[in-house]
């Protein structure tokens, strides 16, 4: 079956960097477009990042653009983002996706697998 499992999460103070990594297994990996969300508790899931399927188109969210970096690495079935200059309010849950829609997508909806997801936290 599809799994995709999140990892790289952490505590860190603010200023700090992060990595995150999905590994993708049971799918065709350069078939699927590919993205981050984050939840924050009490809030909605959030776009945050997007790759398309061969790595040459990605698309940041404003909120996070010129901090976060969204890449793939379609040889070893993975997808990256890197988070630099973390701010509290980064603080959440930060999943990865798999969608098999074409058009770029920030729609939760639009993406057909979903990892577990893994904690970021960021103090002041």
């Known amino acids: 079956q599809v799994q995709l499992v999140e990892s790289g999460g952490g505590l860190v103070q603010a200023g700090a960097s992060l990595r995150l990594s999905c590994a993708a297994s049971?799918?065709?990996?350069?078939?699927?477009?590919m993205g981050w969300f984050r939840q924050a508790p009490g809030t909605e899931r959030a776009f945050v990042a997007y790759?398309?399927?061969?790595?040459?188109?990605?698309y940041v969210a404003d909120s996070v653009k010129g901090r976060f970096t969204i890449s793939r690495d379609n040889a070893k079935n993975t997808v990256s983002l890197q988070i630099d200059d973390l701010k509290p309010e980064d603080t959440a849950i930060y999943y990865c996706?798999?969608?098999?829609?074409?058009?770029?997508?920030?729609?939760?909806?639009?993406?057909?697998?979903w990892g577990q997801g893994t904690q970021v936290t960021v103090s002041s």
């Open positions: 790759i398309s399927r061969s790595g040459g188109s990605t």
């Open positions: 996706a798999a969608s098999s829609i074409i058009q770029r997508t920030t729609s939760p909806r639009g993406y057909d697998h």
């Open positions: 049971g799918l065709m990996f350069s078939g699927y477009a």
